[in-house]
């Protein structure tokens, strides 16, 4: 699911990425100058946090903009739940990224698909600040694909 993120973003901000999302390989950080993607990256503080390494950091330079994006597979009855636990661990990263790296706003955008497909009632809105195409319907189906290929 995290792979199909990554690409969708690298592709969205012409980020080099192979044509098809699960040839691609993500690289620990990506840019074009503008932005910056990186993967799986520590986010180093003043302070030590326990939560300082998002799935996804997205960082549009000009804007000073940071996006941190953390990707779960919950059980379906505890989406909502894992969501909102999702959020929370990340605010006090965000005010560090606020302090320290000036960032000039801080989203975090908690991605979490159900093993059956279920999704949140939040979700649309999480996936619209993400801004790219089909993002729903194929990480639905990449949930669906990775719980089956695990069995």
């Known amino acids: 699911m995290a792979l199909w993120v990554h690409w969708e973003t690298c592709w969205k901000y012409e980020i080099e ?44 330079e000009d804007t000073q903009t940071w ?15 894992t969501e909102e ?8 990263l965000a005010s560090e990224v606020r302090r ?16 059956l497909r279920s999704i949140s009632k939040g979700a649309k809105i999480w996936f619209s600040k993400l801004d790219v195409p089909d993002f729903l319907g194929s990480e639905q189906l990449s949930a669906i694909l990775g719980t089956a290929y695990s069995r």
């Open 100 to 115: 320290i790296h000036g960032a000039s706003k801080v989203v975090i955008i908690p991605i979490e698909i159900g093993a």
């Open 17 to 60: 990425c192979t044509d098809k999302w699960y040839d691609h390989q993500p690289l620990p950080v990506a840019e074009n100058g503008e932005e910056r993607i990186a993967c799986d990256v520590t986010i180093y503080t003043d302070k030590v946090l326990k939560h300082n390494q998002p799935d996804i950091t997205l960082v549009h």
């Open 67 to 81: 996006t941190l994006i953390g990707i779960a597979m919950a059980v379906d009855q505890n989406i909502t739940r």
């Open 85 to 92: 636990e999702k959020v929370e661990k990340y605010q006090e």
